[in-house]
């Protein structure tokens, strides 16, 4: 009776936290906080928690029936969220095909020993899948060494290709920051031996063209090479054997202060203080081509030949960038460390800015920071390396390439519609055939019919007598632009009444000029 007490008290707190987010939500605060605070995803998280309760409380009988919920770190889209998609897709696509860029595809699923030992640290979020049968799969992590996997088994030497497909990891879901445990990814990758830094640059005005175009607000494009991270180990006193482990720990600078990041390494990875010390001047670092030339005269970086063919790369990146007109918004940035294992040389991650994301809201510090926790939304770099490690003679297909972050891109784009008064279209219904009187749905049927045969978008309501006032008001809420009325004097005059939802002008169409007035009318929205 005490546990049963226990459950019906939890019920009872986590119903008010449910009941006080859909409030918050419905109320949408002018603040931008309490709308990108909450929502839909995180509402249903609480609500799995409070049927989750309650099934708790119905003894065993309840206990066995399922509890309706997508499985953690995922989420159902609703037509508007996937229209807001649609959308972001075709801008990325577009950009891609912009640049030349052809697409593949490749399994979901991949064996086992391909993808084990890619990616450092982060292996252990991939998910393995039970036996099928002798082979040992695993689900891919990312698109990057399925396509160095495909470059070495058919032999392919130099290729342009983009790629949008769904990847897992078995990551703790942050679902508020659009960080899933199944989500898209959006690749752009360019393979073959060519001169230095020409396809890099070309990655980074991909994405510098991606970002503007989506409008979601003034970001920076981080610049760095693993050449350049290595070489500062080495000569700051790092021994070889923690070069990845302390790369990790300075991959969390976006995360965590230098302070904690300093304890991490001297404290839990045995590095020496002063070592410590010496990463922290260097990481602390920022500037363009400038910074860059200084390096190359810096005493202790002279020491390491990688170090200066990195540096030598990035200048010259730079001046390239210069001429694709990016270097607005491009930094190189020393604390950048990317932590996958095959990248071998430069690195760079695109992040919106504090004042990009929050540019809605003016209210509150708080506000300002949860606005900006959605992270990086962009990244890649160039990974020599990584289709040798697949090739039979360990023959090197040199690449680089960006991913874009759509998730976290669909979180913002999602929040910022929910805050503007934006009406998002869920179909792309050009017009919808009505009738004005009783008895006409065969007419309707033969007219509707005419434009679906001219690829028209069009559709009929699914009743033999609907009120025309009905049938205004679904155009009204669906968005659809136009309305084509049919009524027994249009049919004997040869006409149709053609109806513009938005200002209500109506005007009557010659049936033979119907197709042609509606191309062109719908052709101007």
Known sequence: MEDKAQIQ???????????????????????????????????????????????????DDVKQQSVLKTAKGTR?????????????????????KRHGAETIDTPVFELKETLMGKYGEDSKLIYDLKDQGGELLSLRYDLTVPFARYLAMNKITNIKRYHIAK?????????????????????????????????DAECLKIVYEILRELDLGDFRIKVNDRRILDGMFAVCGVPDEKFRTICSSVDKLDKMSWEDIRKEMVNEKGLSEEAADQIGEYVSMKGGKDLAERLLQDQRMCQS??????????????????????????????????????????????VLTRAGVASVSNEGQNGAEESVSVGSVAGGGRYD??????????????????????ERVFSIMEQKAEVSAEKVRTTEVQVLIASAQKNLLEERLRLVTELWDAGIKAEVMYKKNPKLLSQLQHCEELGVPLVAILGEQELKDGVVKLRVVDTREEVDISRVDLIAEIRRRTSQA
Do not use: H, W
Not at 390 to 402: H, L
């Open 9 to 59: 008290e939890a019920i009872q707190l986590q119903g008010e936290v449910v009941r006080k987010l859909k409030s918050e939500k419905a109320g949408k605060e002018q603040c931008l906080r309490s709308v990108l605070g909450v929502t839909v995803a995180q509402i249903d998280e609480e609500i799995s928690k409070l049927l989750e309760l309650k099934a708790q409380l119905g003894g």
């Open 76 to 96: 159902d889209y609703n037509p508007k969220q996937m229209a807001i998609r649609g959308r972001v897709f075709d801008t990325i696509t577009r950009c891609f």
């Open 167 to 199: 990847v897992y990891r078995r990551d703790n879901p942050a679902m508020t920051r659009g960080r899933y445990r199944e989500f898209y990814q959006c690749d752009f990758d360019i393979a073959g031996q060519y001169d230095a830094m020409i396809p």
């Open 305 to 350: 030949e990688q170090a200066c063919a990195g540096l030598t790369d990035i200048k010259l990146l730079f001046s390239y960038l210069q001429l694709f007109q990016v270097t607005d918004k491009v930094v190189f940035d020393l604390s950048l460390a990317r932590g996958l294992d095959y990248y071998t040389g430069v690195i760079y991650e695109a």
């Open 385 to 406: 390396g990584l289709v040798g490690m697949f090739d039979p003679k360990g023959r090197k297909v040199p690449c680089v390439g960006v991913s874009i972050g759509i």
